[in-house]
């Protein structure tokens, strides 16, 4: 890799949380994944009004084909150009693709086709841009901090959670489609300038040399996994666990609320409540900085709140199920975010870029697969079969943590 992002990080230690450096690009990241919100709830909304349901959802999912073909590459991108230098120019582009679909809906009714080249726009930028984001923090911060600044990354995905949606209900108010695009444009656009005075660290002289092709660098980042005694139970750890997860907390919970008859409202609280207790995980991670013995933690945890998603789907009252969604919201966000810190800590940083792309991969490209498997299981199986078959794959990754004794054993710096 070529040493292109420049100036470094000057060698003073200094915590995360008050290293202004880190803030900043904290500051760039919460804006960037604010801007985010706002424009998936205004392209759901402008591709409803423009098209039946099922273009509406045939828009919503146009981006998930380019992220997961070209995720893998993007980490090879990453790891080439630099994080930094990458993350400046998808966020530059998504900024210009958005406000550019802005300009148009204020000018015109063009219908669905500028919403699904918008989609598929950000679905390819999203190939390169996320990679990039999770390798750019080792470049930040020293790597004692990266478990502080994975917890500090939680919160500012958290915030966004919170506050891009009523943002966007105020954009689409206010300005319509166009208006919301425009602010969704403008959020992202925040985080050019604070990213580009963001300073990172160069890579050791001996980590830079990239292989001659793209197709060996590839090749390179996932021999890197695989022999890698932590990174490999690591991989498959986190894929059990966004497998068993994302079909019962998306789909699975709305159904849940619908046959429990808390409506709408009583799904805004169950989600609220996990929410809260993913964000407790977060902060406690922020405070403390590093957990002793975070391989046997994160494990446990996983193990433990496996079994709180299994329990989920038995809870007739809606302040039980509240109560439980808070504690599968503390202990999956502890171990997702002691898997995260682990994985950004013993990874070679020339090969961040490549191991968040395949981390990613399964995050953002297979998990999501899910969801229509779970509506369909729970149409034939019910609730409570599928919920606990999704427990059980989410406590095999608690497993996979427990009986690999690299992982198991695996610390965060000091």
Same mark, same amino acid.
């Given at each position: ?163 891009? @949606?009523?943002?966007? =209900? $105020?954009?689409? !108010?206010? +300005? ?6 425009? /602010? %969704? #444009? &403008? ?125 989920? @789907?038995?809870?007739? =009252? $809606?302040?039980? !199920?509240? +109560? ?6 503390? /202990? %999956? #966000? &502890? ?80």
């Amino acid at each position: 890799m070529t040493a292109t992002d420049l100036p470094t990080v000057p060698t003073a230690h200094r915590p995360a949380h008050r290293d202004p450096n880190v803030l900043r690009w904290l500051a760039a990241y919460a804006s960037s994944m604010v801007g985010d919100s706002v424009y998936y709830l205004a392209l759901s909304w402008a591709a409803v009004q423009a098209g039946s349901p099922a273009q509406a959802g045939a828009v919503m999912s146009a981006s998930a084909l380019p992220r997961a073909v070209l995720m893998l590459f993007g980490g090879v991108v990453a790891d080439r150009l630099g994080p930094r230098r990458v993350v400046i120019g998808s966020d530059a582009v998504r900024c210009a693709a958005v406000l550019a679909v802005a300009v148009l809906l204020l000018l015109t009714s063009p219908g669905l086709w500028p919403l699904a080249l918008l989609a598929l726009v950000f679905g390819t930028v999203d190939a390169v841009f996320m990679p990039a984001v999770g390798a750019l923090p080792a470049r930040v911060t020293t790597h004692d901090q990266l478990a502080r600044v994975q917890g500090m990354r939680g919160l500012a995905i958290r915030l966004s959670y919170v506050v891009g @949606a009523p943002l966007g =209900g $105020l954009g689409v !108010a206010a +300005g319509g489609v166009a208006g919301a695009f425009g /602010l %969704a #444009g &403008l959020l992202i656009a925040v985080s050019v300038p604070l990213l580009i005075s963001v300073r990172v660290r160069d890579l050791p002289t001996e980590d830079r040399a990239a292989a001659p092709t793209p197709w060996q660098d590839l090749r390179a980042g996932l021999t890197h996994v695989r022999r890698h005694r932590v990174l490999a139970p690591l991989m498959l750890a986190i894929a059990l666990g966004d497998l068993g997860f994302v079909g019962p907390l998306n789909v699975g919970l709305t159904l849940l609320a619908d046959r429990r008859g808390w409506g709408a409202a009583g799904l805004g609280w169950v989600l609220a409540g996990f929410g809260v207790g993913a964000g407790c995980a977060s902060l406690l991670l922020t405070v403390r900085g590093r957990l002793p013995r975070a391989g046997l933690v994160a494990g446990c945890t996983a193990l433990v709140g496996a079994v709180a998603i299994g329990a989920l @789907a038995f809870v007739p =009252g $809606l302040v039980g !199920a509240v +109560g439980v969604a808070l504690l599968i919201g503390l /202990l %999956a #966000g &502890l171990s997702g975010a002691l898997c995260g810190a682990l994985l950004q800590t013993h990874a070679d940083p020339a090969c961040l870029g490549r191991v968040s792309a395949v981390s990613g991969l399964v995050s953002l490209g297979l998990a999501p697969l899910t969801m229509p498997v779970t509506a369909a299981a729970v149409g034939a199986f019910g609730l409570g079969p599928v919920y606990v078959v999704s427990a059980a794959v989410c406590g095999l990754g608690g497993v996979v943590v427990l009986v690999a004794p690299a992982l198991r054993r695996a610390e965060l710096p000091r």
